[in-house]
């Protein structure tokens, strides 16, 4: 079974920077697409960014210029380096990846449980 787990989630001031981590583990045998999704109280899940193993990059236009998504292939890992933070930024952080197992040709989506970001002075 695949598992994701996210770390680095806290409490930050705004203007601060914080960094999250997804770690991919279990039967992989190939992790496509990996990226990050946010859920605010009483909002829908969006999109925050995505990076594929070649290196290719989508972010929100809310968090370009401010957040940075990165990946180590060979650990299965993918970060999410965020800087200038607002209290719009609070939410709780998902990591999502598009992960083929050894013993299954289709991709499919796996998801974290979630980490909790929370901009406040």
């Known amino acids: 079974q695949v598992q994701l787990v996210e770390s680095g989630g806290g409490l930050v001031q705004p203007g601060g920077s914080l960094r999250l981590s997804c770690a991919a583990s279990?039967?992989?045998?190939?992790?496509?697409?990996m990226g990050w999704y946010r859920q605010a109280p009483g909002k829908e899940r969006e999109l925050v960014a995505a990076?594929?193993?070649?290196?290719?990059?989508n972010y929100a236009d809310s968090v370009k210029g401010r957040f940075t998504i990165s990946r180590d292939n060979a650990k299965n890992t993918v970060y999410l380096q965020m800087s200038s933070l607002t209290p719009e930024d609070t939410a709780v952080y998902f990591c999502?990846?598009?992960?083929?197992?050894?013993?299954?040709?289709?991709?499919?989506?796996?998801w974290g449980k979630g980490t909790l970001v929370t901009v406040s002075s």
């Open positions: 999502n990846a598009l992960i083929k197992v050894f013993w299954y040709n289709d991709a499919m989506d796996y």
């Open positions: 279990g039967s992989i045998w190939s992790i496509n697409t």
């Open positions: 990076r594929t193993s070649g290196g290719s990059t």
